[in-house]
C-alpha cells in the first residue's frame, strides 16, 4: 500500500510534464509541436496556456519576456503581475505550452495593448468583481484597439452563430477563452493560435511526442453517453472544426489532415447515434450505453422505448423492481422502534427545540 501511495504522488508530481492524452487538444498539442512552426510574440500578443482539460490561464505580452497576468494572492483577491514564461505556466498540469496570437505571417500584437497591461501591473483587484478573471483581463487590454480592418461582416457572422452561447455566458462565473479569442480576432486580426518555444527546444521534436490515433477515437465511442457527455463530444467537434478551419491553407502533411478528419468523423458518428436513440436513453439515463454497445444492437431502441414507455404492465414490473418500491403488506409488517431521548437515530426536521444539533445552536 505505501507503494502504491508512494507512486501515486509521484505520478501527480510529473502530471505537468505530459499532454493530455484524449481529445482534440492532445492532436493539437501533437500537431502544433511536431508540425506546425512555432513563433515568437511580439509586444501585445494575447497569450494563453492550458491549466486543465477544461480550463485556461492568459495574459498580454509586454515584451522582454515578460508577460502581464492576473495572479490569485488569496481568496477571491487577485493582482496584476509581471510573469515570467515559467511562472505563466507554474499552475498547469498540462505541460509547458503557451500559445500566441498570430496571423498567417506570424505573431500578431499591438504596443496600445502592451502599454495597457504593463500600465495595470501592481494594481490589486477583488477576483471576480473588477475582472472576473483572467480572460477579462486580457480582453479589456485588446480592446484598447478598434476592429482590425472592417470586421463588420464577421461578427455579425460570429454573433448570429454564437449569441445563444454568448448570453449563457454573461452570467458565467469563468468568461470563455473563445471569447477572447473572438476579441483577438476582431482587434488584432488573429486567425491563428502556435505555440512560443519559450523554451528554445528543437522546432520540430518536442519532447519525441506521439499520438495513438486510434485511443482518441475509441475514447468517444466507448463513453457513456448522457447529458454531459453529449455536451463534452458536440464541444470536441466543434473545436475539431474550429482547428480543421485554423490549418486548412497550411501545409500539413496530408495523412496527419486526414487522421483529424477521421477524428471529426467519428466525433459525429457518436452524436448522430445519441440523436438516433435519444429518446430510448432518456428513459434509461442511468443504464450506461455507448456508441459502441448501441450499435452492437440490431434492435429498433426507439420503437422499443415508446413500447416500453406505454406499457402498463412493464411500467409496473419497472416499478416493483426499483429500490423504492415496498409492498403494502412489508409497509404494514415494518414496526418503527419508539426514540429513546438519550440516544440519536438520524437527523430530520423537528420544532423540538431540546434536540437541536449543537452547530444548529
Not at 492532436?27 to 480550463?55: H, N, T
Not at 463588420?152 to 460570429?158: G, I, P, Q
Not at 488584432?188 to 519525441?208: F, I, S, V, Y
Not at 499520438?211 to 458536440?234: G, H, V
Amino acid at each position: 500500500m505505501f507503494d502504491f501511495i508512494k507512486n501515486t504522488v509521484s505520478n501527480v508530481a510529473n502530471i505537468a510534464n505530459i499532454i493530455p492524452q484524449i481529445g482534440i487538444k492532445s492532436i493539437k498539442y501533437f500537431v502544433d509541436s511536431q508540425i506546425r512552426d512555432k513563433v515568437v510574440p511580439v509586444e501585445g500578443s494575447v497569450l494563453y496556456c492550458d491549466l486543465l482539460v477544461g480550463a485556461e490561464h492568459s495574459g498580454i505580452y509586454v515584451g522582454n519576456n515578460t508577460i502581464a497576468d492576473i495572479v490569485v494572492n488569496s481568496f477571491m483577491k487577485g493582482t496584476v503581475k509581471a510573469s515570467t514564461p515559467k511562472t505563466f505556466v507554474d499552475q498547469t498540469t498540462l505541460g509547458n505550452k503557451i500559445y500566441v496570437s498570430c496571423n498567417d505571417d506570424g505573431a500578431v500584437g499591438h504596443r496600445t495593448v502592451s502599454s495597457y497591461a504593463h500600465g495595470q501591473v501592481g494594481k490589486k483587484s477583488m477576483y471576480g468583481l473588477v475582472f472576473k478573471n483572467c480572460h477579462t483581463f486580457s480582453e479589456r487590454c485588446v480592446e484598447q484597439l478598434p476592429d482590425y480592418q472592417d470586421n463588420s461582416l464577421l461578427k455579425s457572422a460570429w454573433n448570429a452563430v454564437t449569441g445563444v452561447f454568448d448570453d449563457a455566458l454573461d452570467g458565467a462565473w469563468e468568461a470563455s477563452i473563445k471569447s477572447l479569442k473572438k476579441n483577438a480576432q476582431y482587434k488584432l486580426g488573429a486567425t491563428k493560435w502556435r505555440l512560443w518555444d519559450w523554451q528554445n527546444k528543437d522546432n520540430h521534436n518536442d519532447d519525441n511526442q506521439t499520438l495513438d490515433w486510434k485511443a482518441q477515437e475509441d475514447y468517444f465511442k466507448n463513453m457513456l453517453l448522457n447529458q454531459n457527455s453529449i455536451q463534452e463530444i458536440r464541444e470536441q467537434l466543434q473545436e475539431t472544426s474550429d482547428y480543421l478551419t485554423e490549418i486548412g491553407n497550411e501545409n500539413i502533411d496530408k495523412s496527419i489532415h486526414e487522421k483529424i478528419v477521421q477524428f471529426k468523423t467519428a466525433l459525429k458518428q457518436v452524436i448522430d447515434k445519441h440523436d438516433e436513440t435519444k429518446d430510448f436513453l432518456a428513459l434509461y439515463p442511468s443504464s450506461g450505453f455507448s456508441y459502441n454497445t448501441l450499435t452492437q444492437s440490431t434492435d429498433n431502441l426507439n420503437a422499443l422505448s415508446h413500447k416500453m414507455k406505454n406499457n402498463p404492465t412493464i411500467q409496473a414490473l419497472v416499478k416493483k423492481m426499483g429500490r423504492n418500491y415496498i409492498s403494502e403488506e412489508r409497509k404494514k409488517a415494518i414496526k418503527v422502534p419508539r426514540m429513546n431521548q438519550n440516544e440519536v437515530y438520524g437527523t430530520h426536521n423537528s420544532d423540538d427545540i431540546m434536540r437541536l444539533l449543537p452547530n444548529e445552536l
